[in-house]
Nanobody, 127 residues
Framework: QVQLVESGGGLVQAGGSLRLSCVAS????????MAWFRQLPGKEREFVAA????????YYDDSVKGRFIISRDNVKNTVYLQMNSLTPEDTAVYYC????????????????????WGRGTQVTVSS
């Protein structure tokens, strides 16, 4: 098993920044590609960003491209999501996910693909 724990969420004003962290533990050798999803109030969980095991091929949803940066530190078994220029539309519970493959499968934007999940961290952006 792989356990994922997110941190770094909180309340921030519009235009501000936050950095989320997700630490993997347990059988981390089974933690390949990683991703961030978010669930907006009253909405389905949606894809935000993903990164391969090597960190060399990040993917972003169009809604966050240019504002968010996903990165990882494999020594620390941690993936990060740097969020800049936040708006109230970014208010959501942010979830970390992992899959055993090191690359991104074709349907990586579907949450059904990812085998491991954290419990989420709340991000609230005020006007």
């Amino acid at each position: 098993q792989v356990q994922l724990v997110e941190s770094g969420g909180g309340l921030v004003q519009a235009g501000g920044s936050l950095r989320l962290s997700c630490v993997a533990s347990g059988r981390t050798s089974r933690c390949g590609a990683m991703a961030w999803f978010r669930q907006l109030p009253g909405k389905e969980r949606e894809f935000v960003a993903a990164i391969t095991s090597s960190g060399g091929n990040p993917y972003y949803d169009d809604s966050v491209k240019g504002r968010f940066i996903i990165s990882r530190d494999n020594v620390k078994n941690t993936v990060y999501l740097q969020m800049n220029s936040l708006t109230p539309e970014d208010t959501a519970v942010y979830y970390c996910a992992a899959i055993e493959t090191g690359y991104l499968v074709g349907n990586y934007k579907s949450d059904f693909v990812w085998g491991y999940w954290g419990r989420g961290t709340q991000v609230t952006v005020s006007s």
